[in-house]
């Protein structure tokens, strides 16, 4: 998929798709929410706006209030691709995320997922 199909989806749209992964390997939404509140800055409640609006995947990252500065400490491999070498700043950004919520599927512990 080209990213500018990836940035335009809907927050609303994807949300469901990361809560249904992890929720599928026994993880629950409030782990997810972390997750994204460690990444992006956003509160829990600004990730229940986001997903009750038409905000875009993309904006969503392009607007993180506060994105972790321990976030470059993600590596890995995400559909074949590692996400630390990827040049796009914004999809390495969605990636990182999704990196993220694979470790929580894959049951790693939340210290280790948030780099603690």
Do not use: H
């Not at 798709?17 to 509140?37: H, P, Q």
């Not at 914004?90 to 512990?109: H, P």
């Amino acid at each position: 998929m080209d990213n500018k199909k990836v940035y335009a989806m809907s927050f609303a749209k994807v949300y469901p798709l990361l809560t249904a992964k992890a929720e599928k390997k026994g993880r629950t939404v409030d782990e997810v929410n972390e997750i994204i509140c460690w990444l992006t800055g956003y509160s829990t409640e600004e990730i229940e706006i986001a997903r009750n609006s038409s905000i875009a995947y993309g904006d969503f990252f392009q607007n993180a209030p506060f994105p972790n500065p321990n976030r470059k400490a993600i590596k890995g491999v995400v559909c074949g691709i590692r996400v630390e070498t990827i040049d796009e700043p914004l999809m390495q950004e969605i990636r990182y995320l999704d990196k993220l919520i694979d470790e929580l599927a894959k049951g790693k512990s939340m210290d280790k997922i948030l780099r603690r």
